[in-house]
């Protein structure tokens, strides 16, 4: 036994992660063997108190075996936010006196256990309590002014996820500590977590958990052992050798795709291995599928394998990787900033609530902020004015299976490239890993930005007017809302069947635009052509 241990370790090691990442992989497998301890028990069919009892106490253990007596910065905090809630429920003080508690006290555990090398401790829960206290205090704010009423206020708050009583302690503790979300998410609204006790997410009956739980289960395991196998080989210290200066750009390019592509996976495995702790509970469940008939269990997915191998560009990230984390954001940050009257200042200020829940590192800032949010924008306004000359349907296969390769390989290239600060962490080894790169991606924005300046500048030397797409032309703005509205119908369809209206879904599982929200927060940007050439976030409301 000792000696498997062992062996366990050195691959962990090797691997980038510690001991606490084994602790993380039992906590993870045990929560799904809790979650189908209360499916197949039908412990479902308790009375709600003793189902929060349940996930109070699995909650604890798990959480106490990983923690240890840090477990009380989870219990305390927990217990602040629910004394503020009572206090001042539904009023702004409560929403203000949340955010700034939650924010500073996971920056202060920041602070207190930062280091150069990631530790899984209990701030990694406490990231997803985070997002629960803010959203929380949020939806509670919602249903006490009854923003339902008003179409205005209804596209900056969500009314179907509003709640108009304070939770209780019991539920409060149960919500919190459900362990299918406690270690590394997703956050989910309060009022799925009390219809679900509630029973109401079930309105056919109760479906079984074991086969999808051990599908989900299976193919995380998996691709985390492709992770294990093979981030020996692509480590991310090789950035900082003299060896990779040393190597051509093309090579340092295909090195940064085979890295990230090994790197993803670590969160792609992470995440499914999660997700089966939520299906085999029945949390996860996401109603019938209209036109296959078929149930879904991607109520509380992080991840989608299909569009995170399937799409081209940056923005459509959000719909695939770290999903309903992304539609958070979307939610309670960006949509909520809408009193600036500016995307660009709603779309910077979500970015950096993004790094600052991420952590403290310099790295963070670097990748979020100095790298991801400029390629973001040189890609959104290109597709813009490239998809308004050209008519991408005339293109021949053999054209556009060109296009979409080179788009998969400058997606997840691009992306690496903005990944690399933030593994690195600290800003000097950031931008040493940059700088070996000859800093390659940063300069393409900053001659692309250069272009797009000369060419305005032409435009009004030479006097050439506003061009729109011609009409029957199917650009690649044209193909975004295609793809939207499929992911959309998608997802909204889940209970229409049992439920006789897409309304009804609506109110049962998003609760229910759960998934179907995200690509609002894909970080679109676009040209206005009105008086001016001026770089906008373009929102696809539903």
């Known amino acids: 036994v000792c000696t498997g241990m062992d062996a366990v370790k050195r691959v962990t090691y090797t691997a980038g992660l510690g001991d606490s990442a084994i602790g993380l992989l039992l906590a993870l497998f045990a929560s799904a063997v ?29 959480a106490y075996y990983c923690y240890r007596l840090e477990i009380l910065h989870s219990i305390i905090s927990q217990l602040v936010v629910y004394l503020v809630l009572q206090r001042w429920p539904g009023t702004s003080t409560s929403v ?24 899984i401790t209990w701030t990694l829960s406490q990231c997803v309590l985070t997002l629960k206290f803010i ?50 998410g997703p956050s989910f609204p309060f009022r799925r977590y009390k219809y679900f006790v509630e029973g109401r997410l079930f309105p056919t009956g109760t479906p079984s958990t074991l086969l ?15 992770h294990l196998g093979l981030s020996g080989t692509f480590p991310a210290s090789y950035f900082l050798t003299d060896d990779y200066a040393a190597l051509s750009v093309v090579i340092q390019l295909f090195y940064i795709f085979a890295w990230i592509k090994v790197y993803a996976c670590r969160y792609v495995g992470i995440w499914l291995i999660s997700d089966s702790a939520c299906i085999a509970s029945g949390m996860g469940y996401n109603g019938i599928e209209a036109t296959s008939q078929r149930q879904q269990w991607n109520a509380l997915s992080n991840i989608d394998i299909y569009y995170l191998e399937t799409d081209v560009t940056l923005t459509s990230g959000p719909r695939s990787f770290n999903v309903l984390t992304n539609l958070w954001i979307m939610r309670y940050v960006y949509k909520r900033l809408r009193f600036l009257g500016s995307k660009i200042a709603s779309l910077a200020l979500s970015m950096t609530f993004i790094t600052v829940w991420h952590g403290i590192h310099a790295g963070y800032f670097l990748t979020f902020l100095g790298t991801e949010l400029p390629l973001l924008v040189m890609e959104r306004v290109s597709l813009e004015y490239a998809s308004r000359y050209v008519q991408f349907d005339s293109f021949s296969t053999v054209s556009k299976g060109l296009l979409m390769a080179s788009g998969y390989i400058w997606r997840w290239t691009a992306v690496g490239y903005a990944i690399m600060p933030f593994e690195q962490k600290r800003l000097d080894r950031g931008l040493r890993a940059l700088q070996a790169t000859h800093f390659f991606f940063h300069i393409v924005f900053i001659v692309w930005v250069a272009c797009v300046v000369v060419c305005m500048i032409l435009a009004r030397v030479l006097g050439i007017g506003k061009h729109g797409r011609s009409k029957g032309s199917a650009g690649v703005g044209e193909q975004d809302r295609f793809h939207t509205s499929q992911f959309k119908e998608r997802n909204l369809s889940s209970f229409t069947k049992q439920n006789g209206s897409t309304g009804s879904h609506r109110e049962l599982n998003g609760l229910s635009t759960l ?19 001026v770089v906008s976030l373009t929102k696809k409301d539903d």
């Open 135 to 184: 959203g929380t205090a949020s939806d509670l704010r919602d249903g006490y002014r009854e923003f339902s009423k008003d179409a205005r206020h209804a596209k900056v708050n969500q009314p179907n996820l509003a709640i108009k009583t304070a939770p209780t302690l019991l539920e409060w503790l149960g919500y919190c500590f459900f362990p299918g979300t406690l270690f590394v």
């Open 515 to 533: 998934q179907s929200e995200q690509n609002v927060f894909a970080a679109s940007v676009s040209v206005q052509n009105r008086d001016s050439s």
């Open 34 to 62: 809790y979650g189908l301890i209360y499916a197949s028990l039908s412990l479902r069919k308790w009375t709600p108190t003793k189902q929060h009892l349940y996930f109070i106490l699995t909650g604890v253990s798990l």
């Open 96 to 119: 203000i006196a949340v955010w700034t508690f939650s924010m500073v006290y996971l920056l202060a555990g920041y602070v207190y256990v930062s280091g150069e090398r990631y530790i």
């Open 212 to 226: 999808p739980t051990l599908k989900s289960m299976l193919l995380g395991v998996a691709i985390l052992g492709i």
